[in-house]
């Protein structure tokens, strides 16, 4: 085997309900602001709940019209936060050698609220617009990001429900320490649709008001819509070029529950060997672990089954390490959260500010975690671990590291 | 990269066959699915053919009652990945974390999505049945194949056009190299949906009366197990075959059109070959891509041609199954047994199986099997 090539991050790029530009979210983010409101993406008068975290400003200008009528909402999304992302890590596609860049993205909604319009005027009798039919299918985006930006690598899409992006980060990651690529592009791009949105109503795992991780009254997940993008490249070539090394992805933990569809393992067992297998991939000890990420949906199950499984992971240290839910801001953005959340946790790595869980009024003792409770905090991160837990049982985790010398 | 892993089992529930040795031997039969589309399956399409698993039943590795939780792809993929399992003889319970599973799918949760939405949209939000919800997620069969063998280690779900179950074997061959897991299923599944196939013929993707370039598209699930190799000799396995490369390439191109690039096919494949680190002359045997698309046809003939000469022995799978993620699956099932097969097709020749499998997109993928021994 030849050493193993390291793999850092060079390029952020996001488009969110607080924010669009990496910047923007950030400060959002860091100030605490709410995304989760009324929208008015579909009808949503005759659903259980009303309000989602959706995006109000997707900075597509540099798309043509035709471009924009052609293209799925998904679409738009991560082609605007790939820009940005790559625009961030300086890197200029007509130097480079287009073959070594690759796209790998997390998605499963995608573009499925065009689709839906389409099979609606279907199932009435209509006919709709060809170019909008096949907007559900997730492996468009990374077509597209490629034809966009002119790369010829290895294109994959991962489609793990929510633990989607997380696992595409991963992906990216082992294709560039194996040699399959120098840079890959990775993330996803996920928005409403009426079958996410009709669907975890159905489950009635929704809150109607804006979602609590970790209180003791939190009564369901808020749905968002997101994306994120970050350019990952091999460590060398990153500071042979002098580009802007904001973190290293030190490795990542894939695991099968093989436990229940949709419900988490209570026993944490299943969450805890998903962190744990990341942790050895990455070479950190539990005490290493500065900030978690969390996967914190808030419904009742996810929030005490995920401590369960950061206990059985990370011992007593579970308690003290700051533990935050962004989806407490923008809502559960779905395949796009694991992304989007990573996107987070390299600034949080970055900065040392770590972005604060709100909404958080009542202790719960099956949820006895430190979770950066309404106001963000100051503290060194040098190890960073994101969760992502999927339907399925696909149970993933994600960890980010400081720049090492 | 050689030592990718070594195939010790194989699955395959399909229209020609529902185990690997039905469905080998009556491909090489020169048997077909595709048949013409009835009336009702037709619509108002322009695509005339179609190869459905018609009267396929789970019964009876899957009792009834509990086949009604799965959706159709999810009792293919359970089916095949039980076949891939009890071939290799691999015992999942002595090391659960060490066995995962990669699926690749162009249409899996296609049934449950659009039943869910249908009710949704013609009567209301409130009435859409919460039951088929979970499975609207593509990740649905290999994730109930995670519950049902017990699966502990990695499990995802790719879909990334035709190349998905190619795609899916890179996944587990990178996940047997970094030591995330001895042993993988690999493979890929697909499910016919009347909605997703009238998106295909409207995006011009369907070979029919009006279009004489196009796939006829099929269904199924077809899955080997790929082990680390030290780690099946070490329990005693004796292995079907060995992947020894892959290549893939990539062209910017819109999602839904082909693009017949000669460069990325010869990339894809050469990529493979040096992967493997074998010559044109090692290879006896081609699985094409191949799946009625003209130019895109024509393209991988002429690269065959030209790194080849005189094209080795070549079985066009998809002209008996269709095309669709899951025919890649099937591509690699028909490798792994000629490989194996003594009285096999290459036998005599070099044993080394070439596997084609190029998308719309510009999605590029080959792999290159050989004997294990």
């Known amino acids: ?405 | 990269m050689a030592h990718r892993g070594v195939v010790t089992g194989t699955g395959a529930v399909s229209a020609l066959g529902r185990t690997p040795a039905d469905f080998y031997r009556r491909l090489l039969a020169g048997e077909t699915a595709i048949r013409p589309m009835t009336a009702e399956e037709r619509g108002v399409m322009q695509a005339t053919h179609v190869a459905r698993y018609d009267g396929f039943s789970p019964q009876p590795e899957i009792p009834a009652m509990k086949a009604r939780r799965f959706d159709r792809g999810s009792q293919f993929a359970i089916l095949a990945c039980q076949q891939a399992l009890r071939e290799s003889g691999l015992d999942v319970a002595a090391d659960p974390e060490a066995v995962g599973i990669a699926l690749g799918t162009g249409s899996a949760g296609a049934g449950a999505l659009t039943e869910f939405l249908k009710v949704l949209l013609l009567e209301s939000p409130e009435a859409a049945p919460p039951f088929h919800f979970p499975n609207t997620v593509a990740n649905a069969p290999a994730s109930q194949v995670s519950i049902e063998l017990k699966l502990y280690g990695p499990n995802v779900t790719i879909t990334q056009k035709d190349p998905s179950a190619l795609n899916a074997l890179l996944f587990a061959s990178l996940a047997l190299s970094t030591g995330r897991a001895r042993a993988m299923l690999a493979g890929a599944v697909d499910e016919w949906n009347a909605y997703y196939a009238l998106g295909f013929d409207r995006v011009g993707a369907l070979r029919g009366a009006k279009r004489s370039s196009g796939i006829v598209q099929g269904e199924g699930a077809f899955a080997v197990m790929l082990e680390d190799e030290e780690s099946a000799r070490s329990r005693g396995a004796r292995p079907l075959a060995r992947l020894s490369g892959i290549g893939t390439a990539g062209v910017p191109t819109e999602p839904y059109l082909f693009a017949p690039d000669a460069a990325a096919v010869e990339r894809a494949v050469r990529g493979a070959l040096e992967d493997a680190g074998v010559a044109a002359g090692d290879v006896g045997l081609l699985l094409p891509s191949r799946n009625g698309v003209s130019e895109m046809d024509r393209v991988e003939a002429e690269v065959v041609r030209k790194i080849f000469g005189r094209p080795p022995r070549t079985i066009a799978v998809k002209d008996a199954i269709g095309e669709m993620a899951a025919a890649g699956g099937a591509q690699l099932v028909t490798a792994v047994r000629a490989i194996a097969d003594p009285q096999g097709l290459v036998n005599g020749g070099p044993r080394r199986a070439l596997v084609n499998s190029f998308g719309a997109g510009g999605n590029f993928f080959a792999a290159i099997l050989e004997p294990a021994s």
């Not at chain 1, 996967?295 to 308690?319: I, M, V, Y």
């Open chain 1, 1 to 405: 085997m030849h050493k193993q090539r390291r793999v850092v991050v060079t390029g952020l790029g996001a488009v969110t309900s607080i924010g669009s530009g990496v910047a923007a979210f950030w400060r959002s983010l860091l100030a605490g602001v709410c995304g989760i409101r009324p929208f008015d993406l579909f009808d949503p008068t005759r659903y259980r709940t009303q309000t989602a975290g959706a995006v109000t400003d997707i900075p597509d200008d540099f798309l043509s019209a035709a471009d924009k009528r052609r293209m799925s909402r998904a679409d738009r999304m991560g082609l605007a936060a790939a820009r940005e992302a790559l625009e961030a890590a300086g890197l200029d596609a007509s130097r480079e050698d287009p073959r070594r860049i690759g796209v790998i993205l997390g998605g499963g909604t995608s573009g499925l609220l065009d689709s839906e319009a389409f099979f609606e005027t279907h199932l009435r009798g209509g006919e709709g617009r060809p170019s909008r039919v096949l907007n559900h299918l997730p492996d468009a985006i990374t077509d597209r990001v490629a034809q966009r930006f002119g790369f010829e690598g290895i294109k994959s899409t991962v489609t793990t429900a929510c633990s989607s992006a997380a696992n595409a980060l991963g992906y990216a990651h082992d294709a560039i320490a194996a040699g399959l690529a120098d840079v890959v592009v990775t993330g996803g791009s996920d928005v409403l649709a009426r079958l996410t949105y009709g669907g975890f109503n159905s489950l009635r795992s929704v809150d109607p008001d804006p979602c609590r991780p970790f209180d003791r009254e939190r009564k369901g997940l808020s749905i968002g819509e997101a994306a994120g993008i970050l350019v990952f490249e091999e460590a060398e070539r990153a500071r042979r070029r002098g580009a802007p090394i904001r973190a290293e992805f030190l490795g990542y933990g894939v695991t099968s529950d093989a436990y229940h569809m949709t419900a988490p393992d209570p026993s944490g067992a299943a969450g805890g060997r998903a962190i744990r297998a990341a942790l050895k991939a990455a070479g950190v000890n539990a005490e290493d672990v500065d900030y978690v990420n969390a996967h914190g949906t808030a419904t009742p199950q996810n929030d005490s089954a995920e401590t369960a499984a950061l206990k059985e992971a990370l011992g007593d240290r579970a308690r003290r390490v700051p533990t935050s839910s962004i989806k407490s801001m923008i809502g559960h953005c779905l395949c796009a959260s694991g992304a989007i959340e990573a996107v987070a946790t390299v600034l949080t790595v970055e900065s040392g500010e770590i972005p604060p869980t709100i909404h958080y009024e009542n202790p719960d003792p099956a949820c006895d975690l430190d979770c950066v409770p309404n106001e963000a905090r100051r503290a060194p991160v040098d190890v960073a671990v994101s969760n992502s837990f999927a339907f399925g049982g696909n149970s993933t985790a994600v960890v980010i590291g400081a720049l090492r010398p």
